[in-house]
């Protein structure tokens, strides 16, 4: 949920007022319900609502309510105003989306209320008047124009305001009876019950008006000195009270009022006087009223350029000078009102004003945040703003000056003057003191109120309130408090101010050799008792000394006076014996050791001070506005904090003044005390406390001033024969040097203390400024010596200048012979010459020289420096071809040694001579050191780097990889066979360049050419053989490190179906890598540059060397180590598509699947493999193989691809097929567009497409977005499509908006260009159409099927004829208002087509119903009465008697109503007994009964019985005999079951036989026997049973034959019993032998 929404929460919770008598997450659960959010957010967006409404109940502040809030779009209808709320909110431009920055001024919010005034009075201030202000484009309308309705505005809602305020402001007296026959009015006039009522009246009605009198008088006393109050209000109050009374008075003028006063006054009641007393009181009230209210009226113009947001300079420039003149012209002319008290009262209010101003300039000033003027609680803050709250802090004192000037001229004008506020004033006038009385225990706050007590607040004889204008404190009391606290701000801002100077001052104080760190006797100063000047005892009191009441006078000032010191102790007293305050970091009023930090930089003590009193401050006067708070709650915030703030500032300035003694004192350096001092003196204090420890400190500075002159003395006694030397300075300047600090250390404090008038005069200083002046005389003295010494040995040191220029040292080594002195000499002139001293004429001859003497040196340095290089550097093997060159210098220099001296004037020759013998040399030598360079180690650096095998990045074939390696082998063998030659060559060259040089010279060479050439050959030699031995162990090195980890042959992986082989395979390669070995050993033998010998020992080496051996072994191995089975192995993952059948699987799936959906995962699944085959890398690295994967990856790819767009292609034709038809629609829609209008039906018909347009601009996404989605799953898939339908589906919405254009131009050639054609066509046919209504409505009434008389079947073809000509007359209604519409002409109406609608849809309604029967009855007497659904045709039935019922009471009326209805009832009645027919008891004989009954006959097959049969039997007339049959088939039903029953039951009877003695199954069981006996004798009791049932008709001779059957079995059963039970007595005799 964003801020905009929150915006409007916080608008709801303001209005709404929610707070605790609401739950807890009330504005929660509003806000972020669904519907809520979906309001709010349709207000918000482009194009969206224009108006939001939210409504809910006040709140009840006395239970806890559930209140329940709702939000509209649109204004609910019946909305309750009454006990609820209704805000409102809109917008004018709804074209953009509303963000958080737009809202605020976007968004207009009110209020409607009950009262319609007050609902207007906010419409017309909330709404109206923003909307104007921040209108820009006025059209032509001038500035004037503008500000001239702005203010107009602005006056209607003030006059809509007074209204409001006074509608329902009204004193009601108790009406009189009323009674408007004026004889029998008369007559009961005279009669005591009427004068009783209208005793009982004027008691009532004086009551009243006392009442209302002593309230206005209350009102007036307790709003006297409000201060709350401005001139403005004192005006509503007037005009109200004016209001008031005029309603009392013409209640009392009504004819009712008249008569009962009249009454009274004929009949001479007790009462009568009284009413006279309080009429007068009354009417001296009300001109009172109209008076005050007349003179405050004339001075409203003056007034209320003080009540708008006016510039204080204005109100000191204009209004207050307009003010005093408007107050003296009507005191001119009368003094009633200063006389009065009443002008008092005015100014008081315009006092009032003044604040208020003042307040608002203060506290809306943009320069600075008034909530926060002492910074934020992690910055402190802005010196800027700051400065601009003193600024306007400085304008309300002018504006207070100005007032009390515009006071004191108008006193004097009047005649009066101020008076001391603490003394009763004379007056002539009767008055009584008002007495107040205020609960508040500050006692400052008692000493105010007791001033305004004593204050001339009078009760004037005519009962009225006012302010004598020499009542100073009332008049502008409140003013005056408030530029008092404006004050004592501007004077806490700059004590702040000098603070944080005083903290950059001394931030560096370390430097001054102090310790800038404060201790705990520091802080803790007071205990020590420490006294600083004359205040001591009347600042540093004991804690606990209770504070005296004078102090409670003073805290109140600004600033403590420095003269007033008895109440500066009182309050400092005050604000120590104050437990509660402290301050974090450094606590000011108790320096603990508990709560402060131990060596604090005294810097940073400032710093925590200041932070401190801007904590304490921000912790209490934080906002501008309490500091200002002189009336309310916060009134004594600030009096107690800066009486804190003052308390703090003295314990600081006390901690300074310890900190400073205990710094400054006499054992310091004197310079590093006055500095500090400097330091501290910039403070501004209203006391004298650290100005006292200052002076102190220099005092004790001066008398440790004179300790410091004895020590320099001494020290000067000490060091005076041998100075201390100063750095990079000869011996007498530093002499000088040391003598002038001397005199620095002297002069410097010395300057410092004399502008201390008060230091110098003291007798005590005499001595010490005699000591200074001796000490400055003697340091002069010393100065004078030492340069006078210095000027006598300059010419001695000049005698070194005849020295020779050179000179050897005992190792031949040679050097510049420069004496150091003389250099010494001239170091020594150039310093006194910088330290202003005169010097000799020989010393300035010699400074002229240094020039040249030191150019001579350096450049002597630099030749001697030169040759020692050059001999140094020369090669050894070319050392002898040199010699002569070498001698030849030796002899040039020896002048330099034996006879030149630095005063001759040939010394450039010998420079010119040695540097060229020098030069000659270097060249030499350069040459040969050239040619050794350029020719030989040029040659010979390059041999190492040759190499016989170089790794290359690409990989070859075996081939080319055995051919371009050999290649490089001969080419490398030739670059190096020519580098050796190269070598030969230039060190032959180097020889003879030097030789040849030599020969130049005139020097003759000592060994032959060839000699030399050989000599340096066999050197040089032995370095080419090594380096050869270098390149082969190189070269089989590389050749090994190549084969490590790295591809150097091609090859590929291919598919040879249905295997993947490798090509070539790994054996070919390590052939080729072991022909490349050979090739680089062979070029041993090949070295023309090697001896026999030299050819022998490098392959001896090479055999020798194990390095080299295992490279070659490695070499001839590598390619056998290679594994390239697991890159094959990636490619069997895809031998489906080889080795299956693909074809079977896709015609499997084709049958299977018929939707897109499956194959869309197809293709998506063969494009997965696809893109996974494409990832493998086409080439893969491994081991002396890069291996190649791109012929058996395309060939797979392929075979992918393939079934790819084979799947693909059944997607690609749904989605060809739902393209063609969606432009197909659009073309079709384009082409009705594109048809001509002939008539309004075509019109009509192009209006709607139009609409339907619209319609389907919301939906045309579900359309197009399938078709654009499954184009771009095939684009995804990489199918390959048809351009023309990509362009298709690229243009769909291109195309779709230019068919949007072609509607909206459509739409625009109705709307405007045809228009006054179709309204001139649409006037016709309108006319037309209105003569067919009529006579459709003529043809319907007399013809229609709601004729009488004629048949149903015949009322429904003419409903069908007239309902369709009906439909037709609609259709051109329709068409003809939908142009009347378009074209904004007020639509025709059509009663008589209306009324015939409604009727045919009763009509329609009717016979629906009855077609619904006639169809139900032809169904039902067609179906087979074996198909019959008795239980579904009884719904129907019911359901269609329900609808006849819901029928219209007009339908039922129709004769075609009631013979449906009777129809209906027809088959109510006849269902029940064609249920009882089709019960399953029915049987063919009881059809049989049926027709005999009902005298019919109908056959009773049931591929023939139908219920038309049936229903031709007028079942109804035979109800009760068919219910007899019925009856009588359920009991032959019951009596055949029984039947069906023993028949089942004894068709499956058994007999069960037991064995007897050994002879096996012969006997009956008899126990199973018995029971067999005892169910026949129940079944033969049911077929008795049933034989003497009257419906055992049918059955009776099957009942019979099955009694007899039972009854033969009972027979022989029992028979069989007993002769088994016989025979069983009888066996054993039987079975005797003997028988």
Known sequence: MDDRVWWFANKIQDVFKIGAYDSPTLLEDFISDDKTSEVINSFLRANGKNRLFVHGPVSERASISGRVLTIHNTLPENVVLEGHILLYFFRLCTSTRLDTETIPTSVFSGVVKESAVESFTTYLSDVITPILKSTTDWGNCTNDQVTQLLASIEKCVSSLTETSSMSGVKVVLEPAPVNEDPISRRLESATPQYIAECERLIISWASTIESFLMEAFEESRVHLLESTTGPMVEIQRWKRRRHLLQSIIEQLKAKESKAVITTLIANKTKHVKKWRSIDVSLTDALNEAKDKHKYLESMKRHLEPLCDETKISEVIKTCLPQLIMGVKQWESASRHYSKSGFLGVLLNRVTNQLVSLCRMVLLTNPEYNSEAIWGSETSPPDKTELDSVVASLTECLALHKCYKDCLKTLREMLGTRAINTSKRANSSITRSEIETESRDSNLLDKKRDRRRTNSQISLFMNNTLGIAMTDEISIAGALDRLIERSKQLIDVINVMHHLDMLSKAVADIGICGVSPHLTKEHLNCQESGESFGTINDNVLLEEGEECQASANAKMDAPKVEVEDVDDTANVVNYCLSNENTSINTVDLFSFSQDTVEPDLHVSVFIKNVLKQLYALFKESCSSLDVVLSIDNKNKDVFVNTYARFNNILSRFELVLCCYIKSVVHGEMPIRSGLEVISKFSGWRSSKFVIKQALLEAQMDLFTAYEDELENIKAMYEDNKDSPPRSPNAPAVASAIIWIRQLVFKIEEPMKA???????????????????????????????????????????????????????????????????????????????????????????????????????????????????????????????????????????????????????????????????????????????????????????????????????????????????????????????????????????????????????????????????????????????????????????????????????????????????IVLSPPLKRMQEAIDDVLEVILSVIDRSKWLAEEDIISLHKSIDNDNDIQDDIAFIKSVAFKVNVVEEMNIFNWFEKYWRHDLHAEYRKFFETNIDMPPYVKKVEEFHREEDKIRKIASVISVGVTRVNTSPVKYSISAMIRTWKYKYASQLHVTAKRDLECLVEDRETIRKRLTISIENLSSLSETLDLLSDLSDLENTIDDKYLPVETTYQQLTDFQVQLPRQEVQLVKHLRDEWALLMNLADSVRQTLMIEQKLQYEQELTKQVQSFTVEVIQFRTSFEAQGPGVSNISPHEAMDRLKKYWATFEEYSNTRKTLQAVQKMYGIPLTSYPDLTKTGSELALLQTLYDLYQKYIDFDINFKATLWQDVNLDATTERVNNLYTEYNNLDAGIKAWNASATLLQNIEVYLELLPVLVMLNSHQIRSRHWIQVMQVTSSNFQLESSQMRLCHLLDCDLLQYQPEIREIVNCASKEQELEIKLRGIEEEWSEQLLHFSPFKNRGLMTLNTKQTLGVLELLEDSQASLASMLTSKHIGPLRDEAAIWAAKLLSISEVIEQWLAVQRHWKHLEAVFSLPAT
């Not at 010459?833 to 240094?850: F, M, Y």
């Not at 990989?955 to 490398?972: D, G, P």
């Not at 032959?1008 to 032995?1022: I, M, N, Q, R, T």
Request: hydrophobic letters at 40%; glycine letters at 2%; one cysteine or more.
């Open 753 to 1059: 203390f004399r502008e201390n008038k008060v230091l110098m005069n003291n007798k005590d200083s005499v001595c010490t400024i005699k000591l200074y002046n001796k000490l400055a005389s003697t340091f002069c003295k010393f100065e004078h010596l030492w340069v006078t010494s210095w000027s006598n040995k300059v010419d001695a040191v000049k005698s070194a200048l005849k020295a020779t220029l050179l000179v050897k040292d005992n190792n031949r080594n040679l050097h510049v012979n420069m004496d150091p002195k003389l250099l010494e000499l001239l170091q020594e002139i150039k310093w006194m010459i910088r330290l202003k001293i005169s010097v000799p004429d020989t010393a300035k001859d010699l400074i002229k020289q240094e020039t040249r003497i030191k150019t001579y040196t350096q450049k002597l340095e630099q030749n001697v420096k030169d040759m020692k290089s050059v001999v140094q550097s020369i090669p050894a093997p070319v050392k002898p071809v040199l010699s002569y060159q070498l001698h030849n210098l030796q002899g040039i220099i020896q002048p330099g040694l034996v006879t030149l001296t630095w005063a001759n004037v040939n010394i450039d020759g010998f420079l010119h001579r040695m540097t060229n013998a020098t030069n000659d040399l270097k060249t030499t030598h350069d040459i040969v050191q050239n040619i050794l360079a350029t020719q030989v180690e040029t040659h010979l650096s390059e041999i190492p780097t040759v190499a016989f095998f170089e790794g290359r990045e690409e990989c070859l074939s075996c081939e080319a990889f055995v051919e371009v390696h050999s290649k490089y082998v001969n080419n490398q063998y030739k670059n190096l066979s020519y580098l050796i030659k190269q070598v030969q060559a230039g060190l032959y060259n180097c020889v003879m360049s030097a030789i040849n040089a030599a020969n130049k010279s005139g020097f003759m060479k000592k060994t032959p050419d060839d000699e030399l050439v050989a000599l340096v050959l066999f050197e040089y030699h032995s370095r080419i053989k090594k380096y050869f031995y270098d390149i082969l162990k190189v070269s089989i090195n590389r050749l090994a490190k190549s084969l490590v980890d790295k591809a150097v042959f091609t090859s590929e992986i291919e598919l040879c179906v249905p295997k």
